[in-house]
């Protein structure tokens, strides 16, 4: 049982770059959560799913893109990097049975 | 506007001893109130969860504490070791369906010996 995996872990993208974060889980939960965080901020919700085919905006959802095909994976996308996009990415799930999120690891995203 | 905030912003203490760490918030209607460690390069692991009605909650030497009337919690830390070095954050949720919670800064906490 490997909880809640991302990949990659580290990437370096040039401005204009596009590129796919990939969340899974093995745990069989219905809700999936993009956050970033960011020196001095707290955590901010990008988007979330509340099941296999469905994503919803978060607080800060522009610049990004989601697809939530299967269960236990959520892509997070970006089209076209900017430097404001440089920050560490979280990928977060739950039982819709609980409200206690289980956290992945990071990707920590730098973009030139 | 729902908000959580956390003091201090940064401790550093001698292992062994305690320390509390505050929370403040002003998220309404409230659900409940969790705090998480996170470890330096990993992602936030839950400590502890209050609902409204719970006044204290505890997790081996990490106790929670819960003022709703006040909207304020703490987390006191006994006996504190080095691997206690982290950054706790308290996340408040609120009562609209699915995914409203509401992240603090966090504080780092840092234990030297």
């Known amino acids: 049982n490997a909880g809640v995996t991302q990949t990659p872990k580290f990437r370096v993208l040039k401005t204009g770059q596009s590129m796919t974060l990939l969340c899974a889980q093995d745990?069989?939960?219905?809700?999936m959560y993009w956050y970033r965080q960011d020196p001095g901020m707290g955590l901010r919700l990008i988007h979330y799913?509340?099941?296999?085919?469905?994503?919803a905006k978060g607080e800060v959802p522009d610049g990004y893109n989601v697809s939530r095909l299967k269960k236990q994976n959520f892509l997070l996308g970006l089209e076209s990097a900017a430097p404001s996009q440089t920050s560490v990415y979280f990928c977060?799930?739950?039982?819709?049975?609980?409200?206690?999120?289980?956290f992945g690891p990071g990707t920590r995203l730098t973009v030139l | 506007k729902n908000q959580v905030e956390q003091s201090p912003q940064s401790l550093i203490i001698l292992e062994g001893k305690n320390c509390t760490l505050q929370?403040?918030?002003?998220?309404?209607?409230?659900?409940?109130l969790r705090w998480y460690k996170q470890d330096t390069g990993r992602g936030p692991v839950s400590l502890t969860i209050?609902?409204?009605?719970?006044n204290t909650k505890s997790n081996g030497r990490y106790t929670a504490t819960l003022d709703a009337d006040t909207k304020q919690s703490s987390l006191h830390i006994t006996a504190s070791q080095l691997s206690d070095s982290a950054s706790y954050i308290c996340?408040?949720?609120?009562?609209?369906?699915?995914?409203?919670?509401?992240f603090g800064k966090g504080t780092t906490l840092s234990v030297s010996s």
């Open positions: 977060a799930s739950r039982s819709q049975n609980t409200d206690t999120q289980y």
């Open positions: 745990m069989n939960h219905e809700y």
């Open positions: 799913s509340v099941g296999e085919g469905t994503t």
């Open positions: 929370c403040n918030y002003t998220v309404s209607p409230f659900s409940n």
């Open positions: 209050m609902t409204f009605s719970e």
């Open positions: 996340v408040v949720s609120g009562q609209q369906a699915g995914t409203a919670l509401i």
